[in-house]
């Protein structure tokens, strides 16, 4: 095993302040973005007020369905994008896609602990390219190898659908989930974000808030016609009054 090379060209360059000053983050994934004017989608999105940039990178082989790669990320960053990008692999193996998007200008990048055969190292090879770190669970995926990787993560990421495509249900017994994920992080003492992903909207987002997430993906419940910053900002502002009313 050769472990992939970590250029410094673009390591750790992004603002990643927003990690800790907000109670939540939300996290609007491209997947539902247009794609033929993407970097105004994403400029549109941000003036909106949201704080992440959620990029989808899908494989055709780890989920059924093929997206973006590095040089999208890297267009973005090109194109002026300065907010954090946190670049969600469903991609199997891992580690030479971790190494692109660190060159690629990610700030956050997460996998699939099923997906790489050395889940320590992909961790470390995140974090050695200056990125914050963190795997993500599928629906019946078990949280307990959190336990053996406590000390290398920034972001738990629960799967409120089954990885691959917008748009599709919120599966409730997530809650659940993210509720032990909570305790695990409190008990633990944990610098580390607990992130949702699927199928999170206006209307129930404050109960996601009230389970212990703190950064909110949302594709289609924000990136949708007529496309506007005024609609992005209507969803994003009647989200955050939501999350304004969430009992902690
Ligand atoms: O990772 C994903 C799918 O694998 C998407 O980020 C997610 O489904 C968001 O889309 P939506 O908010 O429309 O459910």
Redesign the pocket.
Known sequence: FTSPKISTSLKSQTALNVWGDKDYLIAP?I??ADFAMLGTEVDNVLEAGADVV?F?VMDNHY?PNLTIGPMVCKALRDHGVTAPIDV?L?VSPVDASIADFIDAGASFITFHPEATNHVDRSLQLIKAGGCKAGLVFNPATSLDICEMVKDKLDIILLMS?N??????AFIPATLDKARAARKFIDDNKLDCRLEI????KVDNIKEVAEAGVDMM?????ILKAPRTVEAYKETIDAMRKELAAAKK
Request: proline residues 4%; hydrophobic residues 40%.
């Open positions: 994934s997947l539902s959620h989808d989920v969600h469903m659908v990885p691959g495509f917008g748009g599709q992903d699927g199928g999170v993906v949302a594709g289609s419940a």
